[in-house]
């Protein structure tokens, strides 16, 4: 027999004898991380001067609901009292709380608290994350307008001033950006724009690189972001328009939303937009054209989110119990829920 044809007999050997140990390779079941895996974590703001912030639970098929996850994972401590948002990084999350100043780190899975943020926090909004670190706007709607940065360790790295606002953050490829402009109001409480701009932090130098100003002279109401775009919603009473900013060169492209007047809010799920106006309808965005899906229910709008095909709706009260409603796809409203004080946020979990 020849050297080779003994080589090929022997790899066949080993083919077959690594194919049988696969065969037996035992079923490893996947651990389940928490009580909290698989639904959506739903914020309740709470009153501005009183204690009453908390976070529940909801499953995914909507069929369970649990009050107050914090307090009953972490021995029955306060949150706080404006609940403001959460961002999330691996298995944690990060609970932005408004007035104490303070941003209280927990597992995303069951609640109990790793670690809190306090370090040159003054009303903290929003949250992102970019490499290491991780970036806090600040913004009081007065003289407080300021992204934090924190390393690793949750140590304070830095403050970034801004002109007007720093309000929504998000990332985006491999920047942060930062809405810097919203609304004011002059001395009849007209609604007015206090810029355009929307600017754009490096997080290899943690400095503004790029300011982006939009081509309208609409209020920004809301920012968001996929991997590769940021997307930006501008609108008064008669128009709206929806800005589509490439992450890696910061340039805008404008889209006309039509007669979807006053939008407010964005949501994206599973890669498609859509975004609700004053006037409470629901439109979803494909390409460059809105459509009309169905108009909701609410005495305040104020929470938004679009998670698994449905449509999630706040409609809060800030001293007692909120109500929750959600549609589904075609518009059917699949249930009411009864929350928190002063409900804002939903968050797939």
């Known amino acids: 027999m020849k050297f080779s044809k003994i080589l090929a ?31 959506i974590i739903i914020t309740n703001e709470g009153g501005f001067s009183t204690p009453t912030s908390s976070a529940e639970f909801l499953s995914a098929d909507l069929s369970q609901q649990e009050s107050n996850i914090f307090g009953k ?3 029955g401590e306060i949150l706080g009292n404006v609940f403001q948002s959460v961002g999330f990084k ?14 209280e780190i927990v597992n995303r899975y069951t609640f109990k608290k790793t670690a809190t ?33 924190y390393d690793k360790n949750n140590a304070f790295v830095k403050s970034i001033n801004f002109d007007r606002y720093a309000e929504k953050i998000t990332t985006s490829g491999s920047y942060v950006y930062v809405q810097t402009d919203g609304s004011t109001y002059d001395t009849a409480y007209n609604e007015l724009p206090t810029g355009h701009t929307i600017s754009r932090i490096n997080p290899a130098t943690n400095e503004v690189d790029k300011v982006i100003t939009l081509n309208d002279e609409l209020i920004i109401k809301d920012m968001i972001s996929d991997a590769n775009y940021v997307y930006v919603i501008t609108s008064d009473a008669t128009k709206s328009y929806l800005y ?24 994206m799920d599973q890669n498609k937009l859509y975004f609700l106006t004053s006037t409470k309808k629901v439109y979803g965005v494909a390409g460059t054209t809105a459509t009309e899906m169905f108009t909701i ?29 959600i549609y589904g796809p075609s518009g059917t409203l699949l249930k009411t829920l009864t929350t928190g004080i002063g409900t804002n946020g939903f968050y797939k979990n």
Do not use: M
């Open 9 to 39: 007999s022997a790899f066949a050997l080993s083919l077959l004898f690594n194919v049988s140990c696969r065969n037996d390779d035992p079923i490893v079941d996947e651990v389940p991380k928490g009580a909290y895996e698989n639904g």
């Open 73 to 75: 994972n972490n021995n």
């Open 90 to 103: 691996d298995d944690l999350a990060y609970l932005v709380l408004n007035v104490p100043n303070k941003v």
């Open 117 to 149: 943020i306090t370090a040159n926090l003054e009303t903290p909004r929003y949250i992102t994350f970019s490499g290491g670190n991780t970036y806090i706007t600040n913004n009081n709607f007065f003289d407080v307008r300021k992204v934090n940065v």
């Open 244 to 267: 589509r900013i490439t992450a890696s060169t910061g340039v805008a492209e404008q889209i006309d939303l039509g007669s979807a007047a006053g939008a407010q809010k964005l949501a």
């Open 297 to 325: 229910t609410a005495n305040n709008i104020y929470g938004f989110n679009v998670i698994d095909g449905n449509t999630y709706i706040a409609d809060p009260t800030f001293s007692t119990d909120s109500k929750v409603r």
